[in-house]
């Protein structure tokens, strides 16, 4: 019997009837473009087919929205590569450069008074002074307090920094400032290879993207959302300038008070992007309507909401300030190009900013010209775009909040460079060394 069974079974295998014309389907695996998202409908990670577009740096479209037509809307001239295997080495956090070389994308001619703002944005983007690109290479920022008061006594909480027993240091608790400041990075690379950020006539329509941004952060404090590139540039622009940012908040939403700035984190988990996003994307759609591409700066821009009329011409922050804010990415590059990639780095960078941050909090050095290296200056604006947690931290450290001025017009860059000597001097008096060698120091 069994062996009759093995025939029956191996005739029917081997001599199939002619009646039966269905082909037989071979299943494929499917394919994960992990940590891949898709830039129209978040999905992560893609699976099976993605286009990518070849010219920009993270663009990514999934097969379904390909076939809705979503790539026609991405930028006029750009092309995608279809892709159906991941490529090596890319994630939303460490994406791959372009693919292919950079075109020039057409673009409606502007009104006549744009294109003049435009042609002296360029020109200032392009024609910083010399000086400070050539001469010294740390020279961007300067500290300026402007609170007179004494710094209340705290009890001493030294690291194994070794600081003198004078001076009165703080353990930053709470924040992974090295780890944020890789993220800082990511995101600046990203907003500075898009040239038209760094146009007026394009960033008046983000500032309005940005400012209904706030709002949706301001009404629903409980949603975690997180904005799209060119509003994180726009809003990191207004951080690194905390007492603008405090005094533009209270004038947006004067029921959160002078104190209560609209809270801000540097996120790192790639699966918390993709959730902010997402999140962002629907409360957008509930209070402005649906938005087919975030992009579209013109639909972005299309409406201002009722209440900040009559407001937005008091904003203290400015179209300029992001423009010029956008050589700081280029003159770090500069500075850091030899040990960018050693990986202790980022952490040399933030021993360096705990011994800066403390002087900055010494009643000594108050009224004076201090000014970081890049490296420094790095931990610090990242330790700004936490407002709450740099409010706290540095009015127990000084007793008030210590304010960071970019590219202060107050001081010619004679004057800057010979401030950064004689706080270079001091540092040196306090701890031994130069402030310059702290990234190169032996660990």
Known sequence: QMADSIDCVSS???????????????????????????????????????FKCGHCVCYNVCAGCEARGETDKHKPGHLFLKLRMPLANESYATPLPPLLPPITTPSPSPTPCESQECAKAVCVENKQPQQRRMSRLNVPFAYSPRVQQSATELSTDLSTDQLPGNIRQLPIQGLDLAAGAAEVLRLLSIVDQRHELGLPCVLEKVKVKYL???????????????????????????????????????????????????????????????????????????????????DDLDACAKEIPEEF??????????????????????????YARKVIDWPPFLKRSLEGYK????????????????????????????????PHEYDQYTNKLAGYLIVHEPWPKAYSVEQMFDGLDKFDEQWKTRFGASMHDIVVASE
Not at 22 to 40: D, F, I, R
Not at 313 to 324: F, N, P, S, W, Y
Not at 359 to 377: A, F, H, R
């Open 355 to 386: 011994r800066f941050i403390t002087l900055c909090g010494d009643d000594s050095l108050k009224n004076q010209l201090i000014e970081p290296t890049y490296s420094m200056d790095l931990i610090w604006h990242t330790h700004m775009f936490h």
């Open 212 to 294: 209904k941004f706030l709002r949706l952060k301001h009404k629903y404090p409980e949603e975690f959302i997180l904005p799209s590139d060119d509003v994180e540039g726009f809003w990191q622009t207004h951080l690194i300038r905390p007492e603008m940012y405090r005094q533009d908040c209270h004038l947006l939403f004067p029921e959160r008070g002078p104190s209560d700035p609209i809270p801000h984190h540097i996120e790192t988990m790639d699966c918390a992007k993709l959730k902010g996003r997402v999140n962002a994307r629907a409360l957008w759609a509930r209070e402005y309507g649906p938005l087919d591409n975030e």
């Open 12 to 50: 029917s295998v081997s001599t199939p009837t002619t009646t039966d014309t269905t082909p037989t389907t071979v299943v494929q695996p499917k394919v994960y473009h992990v940590g891949v998202v898709c830039n129209t409908c978040y999905t992560c990670p893609i699976v099976g087919i993605r």
């Open 309 to 334: 009329r009559g407001k937005l011409e008091k904003l203290q922050v400015t179209v300029a300030d992001v423009i010029e804010d956008r050589n700081w990415y280029g003159y770090y590059r500069q």
